[in-house]
């Protein structure tokens, strides 16, 4: 099928530099290799054209001119919002709020910041202290979260926070009647409230702000590019502060969010738990059920998190057999219930309301409660098929307990008798730092957990592995810089190969315009 001339998308020049063969020679011997050097020489070509185009698509979405903000911030009012604060921050937390603060009034441009801390780092209190100097500059915040539940929590912190000042503030969900959202989305775009805290509802197409100065979105992976642009489009260029909580190795950071300066939150605020935890098999089962009971006469509360919904022949353990299960036998003098994504959202958020209102003594779930979930009072977390999760993953469900005053356990359930496995859930027992966790997560999976969703951001790479070929992309870095200046130049015709090659890529997670 191939034609008889096949044109190189990489120019000759960058292929001898870099000891790279044809593309048609790639191609064939891919297909056709006579010896394991073929192969060698043919995936290295192909990987590091990926790569190429990867990195040359990420460089000119980060150095296209930023679009100038009509958002003019003149004061910093952090010295003020410390004041209300009832704890001191973190200097990581001040630092980053400080890299804010400098991105809106030290310059003409939109800030586009990623604080990426890990999970309790404190990263609300860095949105908290944006948004409010936004405000008193005289703009709207909105915060936008993944689920009901986060958003709800986010506005009652937010709530509390602001409650002695002149600062209004709004909650805006799906759940809500339509006459509820009718008198928020009239204030919204009165100017009536200053700081609007909700879902994917803030990005339809009735929103309208009057003065929009500052976007923060909350567990960036859990959003597109597309759903961030739609909510940046209500205003004139806002700022945007994107908060993640899946610690992720600075080079694959700057790779997923190539479009965005990053802070990192690197300190725990003071009296937040450090949680223990402990890798059994399920000869011990009987010994942690009774664990939980102790903790749950002494009036504490505990998760128990399964891979799946229901069983499956695989041997997985589903939530709601397992549930069942307990509340008959183990457990039938406790309160179970079960929580799983299946569900309609109006049930979740009754289940989690009765958890978090202390209702409920253990919670089976799957892991729809990984993200944001606060329950202070829950101190265990039990993981079943504990293998079967990342652990960047795992880390992120131990962050739900740990969360109050009382000492807190995560305990991995795994009968895997494989070293590797084994050798993985040992390392996550080891640390409570979520970046060590992520580089070893990097090392023994590669990047699936960071990567594992298009709505990255990222797009999908074919055969390259940014774990597996860190060498080849180093080169392709490399070469990236050295061809920027001629590669963008539209009368270059050298390089329309990799030009056509970079929108197709790109074009599938929102950023194919942009590149045209």
Do not use: W
């Amino acid at each position: 099928m191939l034609p008889e001339k096949i044109k190189d998308t990489i120019p000759e020049d960058v292929r001898n530099r870099y000891n790279l063969i044809g593309l048609k020679d790639a191609l064939l011997k891919i297909h056709f290799p006579e010896t394991s050097e073929d192969i060698a020489a043919s995936r290295r070509r192909l990987i590091f054209e990926e790569l190429l185009v990867l990195v040359l698509g990420l460089s000119s979405i980060k150095s296209m001119p930023s679009k100038l903000s009509s958002v003019n911030i003149e004061t910093d009012y952090t010295d003020d919002f410390l004041k209300l604060l009832p704890f001191k921050l973190t200097n990581a937390q001040y630092s980053a709020i400080k890299d804010c603060m400098n991105d809106m009034i030290n310059n003409t441009k939109a800030m586009n910041r990623l604080v990426q801390g890990d999970v309790g780092s404190g990263k609300t209190m860095v949105a908290a202290a944006v948004a409010y100097s936004c405000i008193k500059n005289g703009y709207q915040a909105a915060m936008m979260a993944p689920t009901e539940i986060l958003a709800q929590q986010h506005f009652q912190t937010f709530d509390n926070l602001f409650k002695d000042t002149d600062v209004k503030i709004k909650l805006l969900t799906g759940s809500m009647t339509a006459k509820q959202k009718r008198l928020v989305l009239l204030d919204l775009s009165d100017g009536e409230i200053d700081f609007i805290v909700g879902t994917h509802s803030l990005i339809s197409e009735n929103v309208a702000f009057k003065n929009l100065g500052v976007v923060v979105t909350d567990e960036q992976h859990r959003f597109g590019v597309r759903q961030r642009s739609d909510l940046l489009e209500k205003g004139q260029n806002p700022h945007l502060l994107v908060m993640s909580a899946t610690p992720i190795p600075r080079t694959l950071a700057l790779m997923i969010y190539g479009d965005l300066d990053i802070s990192v939150i690197n300190e725990l605020p003071p009296g937040r738990q450090i949680v223990d935890t402990f890798l059994i098999d399920d000869s011990k089962r009987m010994r942690v059920y009774n664990f939980l009971k102790k903790n749950i006469n002494e009036g504490r509360q505990c998760y128990i998190v399964c891979p799946a919904v229901e069983n499956s022949e695989t041997g997985l353990i589903g939530v709601e057999e397992y549930a069942e299960e307990i509340q008959k036998t183990v457990f039938r003098d406790y309160s179970v219930a079960v929580l799983h994504g299946k569900m309609k959202s109006a049930d979740k958020d009754e289940i989690m309301n009765k958890f978090i209102d202390g209702e409920i003594n253990i919670l089976v779930s799957t892991t729809v409660i990984e993200v944001g979930v606060n329950v202070p009072n829950s101190t265990i977390m039990m993981i079943e098929n504990a293998e079967r999760f990342g652990l960047s993953q795992l880390h992120q469900l131990r962050g739900r307990v740990g969360r109050g005053e009382y000492k807190s356990y995560c305990i991995l359930v795994s009968n895997a008798g494989g070293e590797e496995a084994r050798r993985r859930l040992r390392a996550l027992c080891s640390t409570n730092d979520g970046f060590k966790i992520a580089d070893e997560d990097l090392k023994l999976r590669g990047p699936g957990d960071f990567f594992g969703s298009r709505q990255h951001g990222l797009p999908e790479l074919k055969i390259a592995d940014l774990a597996e070929n860190v060498s080849i992309l180093q080169d392709a870095q490399s070469a990236a810089k050295e061809i920027m200046s001629d590669y963008i130049d539209k009368e270059n015709n050298n390089y329309r190969g990799l030009r056509a090659e970079v929108r197709m890529l790109f074009h599938n997670v929102g950023h194919g315009q942009q590149l045209n």
